[in-house]
């Protein structure tokens, strides 16, 4: 008899996940269980289809005919209530059960909302889905301004694409400077001059006391030190949090997140967590902070998985990336623990190069615990690796001028370095390559378009 491989969450993890499984084993039933309507899409994308720059088709990644096609029975709109280990079943909320032989949890995470007045008034959204994020597309139709809460990365992609559609966008920014949990002051200067110039209004030191509303619909929101901002639309980038509702009650171990070993096993040995939801051993480095959720160690961590739930040895992948993301076309990565400041027996060096490029290197003890890159996709792999290793200052130092020696002989006016829209890896498409071929992304096999405009160049996803 085939073994039963479940899967619950049909994101980075959990498709990546499905699709390692169906290559390795063609026997296997492979089941996927989402509580969304929608096949696998790129929901780190979501801001371009918010924009107007990607069509539902496009930020689709995969059709259900595909699912079909390679035998991976997708159940959307199906949520799992609980889990019940010892009789390999998961149990929808209908009270059905269905056994498996292995379980993938990648459930994703949840918004934790803001505890304020106003929030079921008409025209204030979240954004962490393509079903709101079409709502969301469709209301924008008519707005001038806007208000976003919360500064995370989904707060930064609603400034971002509703700025992108011309409408005025007031941010509020808790501190001082943008994101201190995650930048140094240097990034979050270039994070907010980007926004700034792209017609974001950040109104620093402030919090969010209420939405203010007239007729049922929102017009503008209340600050905690009693001012008025007009807006339209009021966007929550909420806070979120590892989704393990549903694990409650099951035995499984759970911490911030799922807690996994090494092969992303959980405390049950035939179930195993991935992507947001799980929380690794190896967090335990950077202490809270590890907690970020990132797409790339998503979509890792499922082919990690998946070799796990088959049985085979995978080399464990130390993913110190905690964001990879692209704001107004510049590149920002952050890796491990790159924005603390420099005390102690914590130093940070900073690289500033051409094009405003910008890198920072953070030690501790001598050893690179973190980097952040700004302005270039280039080198982040190797300061991933590099963190991994725990590479001293003389090594780091090596590898970077070897890498952006590179870099400098890559900067003709046809090369570009993007990185994979699907999986994040970085590409370098050099000079002389036609525009329209296609190249595979050397990390997710993925087809790739290639895309000049006679400035700039770019990569889209080719379809099947
Ligand atoms: C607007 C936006 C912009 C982002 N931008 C970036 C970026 O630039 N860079 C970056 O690194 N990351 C970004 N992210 C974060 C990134 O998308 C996530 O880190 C990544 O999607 C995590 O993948 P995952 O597979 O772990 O979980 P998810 O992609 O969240 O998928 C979780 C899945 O689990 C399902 N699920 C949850 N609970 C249940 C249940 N009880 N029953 C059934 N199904 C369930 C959900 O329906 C979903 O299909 C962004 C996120 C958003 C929302």
């Given amino acids: 008899m085939s073994t039963h491989f479940a899967i619950i969450g049909n994101g980075a993890a959990g498709y990546r996940a499905a699709k390692a499984i169906r290559r390795a084993d063609g026997d296997a039933q492979v089941s996927i269980f989402t509580e969304e309507r929608y096949p696998f899409y790129l929901r780190r994308q979501l801001g371009e289809f918010l924009s107007g720059n990607l069509t539902l088709p496009e930020i689709i990644f995969q059709s259900r005919n595909a699912y079909r096609r390679e035998r991976i029975d997708l159940f959307l709109m199906t949520r799992i209530a609980s889990l019940d280990p010892p009789d390999h079943a998961v149990v929808f909320t209908s009270g059905q059960r269905v056994r498996y032989d292995r379980l993938l949890i990648?459930?994703?995470?949840?918004?934790?909302?803001?505890?304020?007045?106003?929030?079921?008034?008409?025209?204030?959204?979240?954004f962490d889905t393509l079903a709101r994020a079409q709502e969301v597309r469709g209301a924008v139709k008519d707005v001038r301004q806007a208000a976003v809460l919360g500064e995370g990365i989904i707060g930064l992609t609603l400034a971002e694409s509703l700025a992108a559609r011309g409408i005025r966008v007031t941010q509020l920014v808790r501190g001082e400077r943008f994101w201190p949990q995650m930048l140094d002051e240097q990034t979050s200067l270039r994070v907010e001059g980007i926004l700034e110039q792209r017609g974001v209004t950040l109104v620093r030191n402030t919090a969010v006391r209420a939405v203010i509303g007239a007729g049922g619909r929102a017009i503008g929101i209340e600050t905690a030190d009693g001012k008025t901002l007009p807006a339209e639309l009021v966007a929550c980038g909420c806070r979120r949090r590892p989704a393990v509702g549903f694990v409650e009650g099951s035995g499984i171990d759970v911490g911030r997140g799922i807690r996994v070993d090494e092969a992303l096993r959980t405390s049950h040995p035939d179930v195993f967590a991935a992507g947001d939801v799980a929380e690794p051993a190896a967090f335990d480095e950077f202490g809270d902070e590890g907690a970020a959720f990132c797409w790339q160690r998503a979509w890792t961590q499922g082919a990690l998985a998946a070799a796990g739930m088959l049985g085979t040895r995978a080399e464990p992948v130390f993913e110190a990336v905690?964001?990879?993301?692209?704001?107004?076309?510049?590149?920002?990565a952050v890796i491990g623990r790159g924005h603390l400041a420099p005390g102690g027996n914590t130093d940070a060096v900073e690289l500033h190069g051409e094009r405003d490029i910008y890198r920072r290197l953070v030690f501790e003890g001598g050893v690179l615990v973190g980097a952040i890159v700004f302005g270039t996709g280039e080198s982040v792999h190797e300061l991933n690796r590099l963190v991994a290793e725990k590479a001293s200052r003389q090594e780091v130092e090596a590898t970077l001028a070897v890498t952006t020696t590179d870099a400098r002989?890559?900067?003709?006016?046809?090369?570009?370095?993007?990185?994979?829209?699907?999986?994040?890896?970085?590409?370098?498409?050099?000079?002389?390559?036609?525009?329209?071929?296609?190249?595979?992304?050397?990390?997710?096999?993925?087809?790739?378009?290639?895309?000049?405009?006679?400035?700039?160049g770019w990569l889209e996803i080719r379809r099947p």
């Avoid at 046809?414 to 994040?424: E, L, N, S, Y």
């Fill in 322 to 332: 905690r964001l990879r993301t692209v704001i107004f076309g510049q590149d920002l």
């Fill in 106 to 126: 990648a459930s994703g995470t949840r918004a934790v909302p803001f505890e304020i007045p106003g929030l079921d008034l008409e025209g204030v959204t979240t």
């Fill in 409 to 456: 002989t890559d900067l003709l006016p046809t090369t570009f370095a993007r990185h994979c829209p699907i999986c994040a890896a970085e590409l370098v498409v050099h000079h002389g390559t036609r525009a329209g071929a296609v190249l595979a992304c050397g990390a997710c096999n993925t087809d790739l378009v290639v895309r000049w405009d006679g400035e700039r």
